[in-house]
Nanobody
Framework: QLQASGGGLVQAGGSLRLSCAASGRTFSTYAVGWFRQAPGKEREFVASVNWRGSTTVYEDTVKGRFTISSDNAKITVYLQMNSLKPEDTAVYYC?????????????????WGQGTLVTVSS
């Protein structure tokens, strides 16, 4: 089971760091993805890291502003979000897949956490 946390209300231009943890295990053999869903919209890809931790991929609108990473023990995967914009407002979800490679596709992730709400005010 995945647990996402760290959401909140922030002004445009500010930063937040989201965390994703898996109860009872580490992410050492899992690819992890972050997705988001704005009100009235479909869930969309944000960022992904492969199970080795060697490759990352980002959605174009967050490239250069968001960074996906993990702690050394791969207990927690983070999404550092800088220069936030009102259009980043959404519920953010983390997802994982064992032995996975980077992927933008929701169907490639077998494990999902509950979301954490990020609200960016203008």
């Amino acid at each position: 089971q995945l647990q996402a946390s760290g959401g909140g209300l922030v002004q445009a231009g500010g930063s937040l760091r989201l965390s994703c943890a898996a109860s009872g295990r580490t992410f050492s053999t899992y690819a992890v993805g972050w997705f988001r869903q704005a009100p009235g919209k479909e869930r969309e890809f944000v960022a992904s890291v492969n199970w080795r931790g060697s490759t990352t991929v980002y959605e174009d609108t967050v490239k250069g502003r968001f960074t996906i990473s993990s702690d050394n023990a791969k207990i927690t995967v983070y999404l550092q979000m800088n220069s936030l914009k009102p259009e980043d407002t959404a519920v953010y979800y983390c997802a994982a897949q064992m032995w996975g490679e980077v992927s933008r596709r929701r169907a490639d992730y077998g494990y999902w956490g509950q979301g954490t709400l990020v609200t960016v005010s203008s």
